[in-house]
Every structure is written in structure tokens, then in C-alpha cells.
């Protein structure tokens, strides 16, 4: 009886200490967006050019859907729990091209799941996407290396009609991921405006050259 009761008592003991052991539930995954508004169309004269954006290629640093920190004391790290909706050389790309179809600047704007054969190409790699931990705040930082190609041009030099890089560091209200999502949002519109003025001007010192020879 006595070996009957101690090995009920040592059940009770194991499913109590069991119970303590049990590990809480995980927190869900939350999906960011660095979202802005689209520009609204601008008044500058159509160019009759179509433009096809590709999916840029990602430093190895950043290829990952996670969001990827910097912390203060020069550790880096990435949210387990937070994620960007895609990775980020979908993401930009699907926005540049997005900004390049609302301006009404070009007779196509192809993002890069459309098969379009078109004549000018914006390609490149997203070098920096990451949020960084700093004393006074935390930011964002985007880094963009773009290249805007004639893929009509008889010679590979004359392919080329820029190559830039795009760099941005923009605060976070608080310190949060939601926060550093929205000022990548912000990263991203700086960005992108320069990238449309820089596109139209040189297609459009393109076709001018080309209508003069």
C-alpha cells in the first residue's frame, strides 16, 4: 500500500512539475510593409519609352524576409517574430515600378513579374535594408545601387546610361519594429523620387540624342 501511494504521489509531482515546465505559447508573427503614398502624376511631357523594373538582387546581409537590426554596441540580429511581407529585392523593385507607372512619364512601367520586352531596364541591388539601434533613436537605413540600361544600344559601353547609388537614413518615431517599418516607408519615398527624376532625365537625353542623328 505504502509503494502503491508513493508512486501516486511521485505521478503528481512529475504532471505539477510538468505543468510549471510548459512553455508559453510563442508570439504570433507580425508582417511588415514599408508602405508610402504613390506620387501623383506630374506634369512633365510623356517620353514614348517603355521601362521594365527587374527584381533586384540583396546583399547576403539582408536576403532574408526577417527584419535584420543593428544594435548599439555593434551586435547585429533579426527579429524572430517580425517579417517583411517579402523580401526586400521584391519589395523595392514592386514599388519603384509602381512609382514609375503613376507619374505618367513613360508609355509602360513594367514591375517585375509582367514579361515585358522593354526597351530601358532599372537593375541593381539592394546593398543596406536594416534598422539601426541608435543612442538618440532608432532608424532605418536603405542603400540602393541602380543601374538604368538601353538594351538597344549597339555597344555595352552605350548600354549603360547611369549608375547610381541611393542612400537614406530615416527615424523612427519610437522604438519598435512597426516604427522602423514606417520609416523605411519614408527611406523608400526619398529614395524612389530621386531614382524617377534620374530615370526620366536620362531617357529622355537618350531619345534626344538618338532624334538628332
Same mark, same amino acid.
Not at 532574408?64 to 548599439?72: A, L, P, S
Not at 542612400?167 to 524612389?192: E, F, I, N, T
Given at each position: 500500500?505504502?509503494? /502503491?501511494?508513493?508512486?501516486?504521489? *511521485? %505521478?503528481?509531482?512529475?504532471?505539477?512539475?510538468?505543468?510549471?515546465?510548459?512553455?508559453?505559447?510563442?508570439?504570433?508573427?507580425?508582417?511588415?510593409?514599408?508602405?508610402?503614398?504613390?506620387?501623383?502624376?506630374? &506634369?512633365?511631357? $510623356?517620353?514614348?519609352?517603355? /521601362?521594365? %523594373?527587374? +527584381?533586384?538582387?540583396?546583399?547576403?546581409?539582408?536576403?532574408?524576409? @526577417?527584419?535584420? #537590426?543593428?544594435?548599439?554596441? =555593434?551586435?547585429?540580429?533579426?527579429?524572430?517574430?517580425?517579417?517583411? +511581407?517579402? &523580401?526586400? =529585392?521584391?519589395?523595392?523593385?514592386?514599388?519603384?515600378? +509602381?512609382?514609375?507607372?503613376?507619374?505618367?512619364? @513613360? $508609355?509602360?512601367?513594367?514591375?517585375?513579374?509582367?514579361?515585358?520586352?522593354?526597351?530601358?531596364?532599372?537593375?541593381? %541591388? %539592394?546593398? &543596406? @535594408? #536594416?534598422?539601426?539601434?541608435?543612442?538618440? =533613436?532608432?532608424?532605418?537605413? *536603405?542603400?540602393?545601387?541602380?543601374?538604368?540600361?538601353? !538594351? +538597344?544600344?549597339?555597344?555595352?559601353?552605350?548600354?549603360? *546610361? @547611369?549608375?547610381?547609388?541611393?542612400? #537614406?537614413?530615416?527615424?523612427?518615431?519610437?522604438?519598435?519594429?512597426?516604427?522602423?517599418? !514606417?520609416?523605411?516607408?519614408?527611406?523608400?519615398?526619398?529614395?524612389?523620387?530621386?531614382?524617377?527624376?534620374? /530615370?526620366?532625365?536620362? /531617357?529622355?537625353?537618350?531619345?534626344?540624342?538618338?532624334?538628332?542623328?
Amino acid at each position: 500500500m505504502k509503494a /502503491i501511494c508513493a508512486g501516486m504521489a *511521485l %505521478v503528481l509531482v512529475l504532471a505539477a512539475a510538468g505543468c510549471w515546465l510548459q512553455k508559453e505559447p510563442a508570439p504570433p508573427v507580425t508582417y511588415h510593409l514599408p508602405s508610402y503614398e504613390a506620387p501623383e502624376p506630374s &506634369e512633365r511631357p $510623356a517620353l514614348a519609352a517603355e /521601362i521594365r %523594373v527587374k +527584381r533586384l538582387s540583396v546583399s547576403p546581409a539582408f536576403d532574408t524576409r @526577417f527584419m535584420v #537590426y543593428h544594435k548599439e554596441n =555593434g551586435a547585429w540580429g533579426q527579429y524572430p517574430y517580425h517579417l517583411w +511581407r517579402a &523580401e526586400p =529585392g521584391m519589395l523595392v523593385a514592386d514599388y519603384l515600378a +509602381r512609382d514609375l507607372s503613376k507619374t505618367g512619364w @513613360f $508609355a509602360l512601367a513594367a514591375n517585375p513579374g509582367e514579361g515585358v520586352d522593354a526597351r530601358f531596364s532599372l537593375e541593381g %541591388v %539592394v546593398r &543596406e @535594408f #536594416y534598422e539601426n539601434d541608435e543612442p538618440g =533613436g532608432w532608424k532605418a537605413v *536603405l542603400v540602393l545601387d541602380l543601374a538604368l540600361l538601353d !538594351r +538597344r544600344a549597339p555597344d555595352v559601353p552605350g548600354r549603360v *546610361l @547611369f549608375q547610381n547609388t541611393y542612400q #537614406y537614413s530615416c527615424p523612427a518615431r519610437k522604438k519598435a519594429p512597426s516604427a522602423v517599418a !514606417r520609416a523605411m516607408g519614408d527611406c523608400l519615398r526619398r529614395a524612389s523620387a530621386r531614382v524617377m527624376d534620374d /530615370i526620366y532625365a536620362a /531617357i529622355a537625353r537618350r531619345l534626344d540624342a538618338k532624334s538628332k542623328e
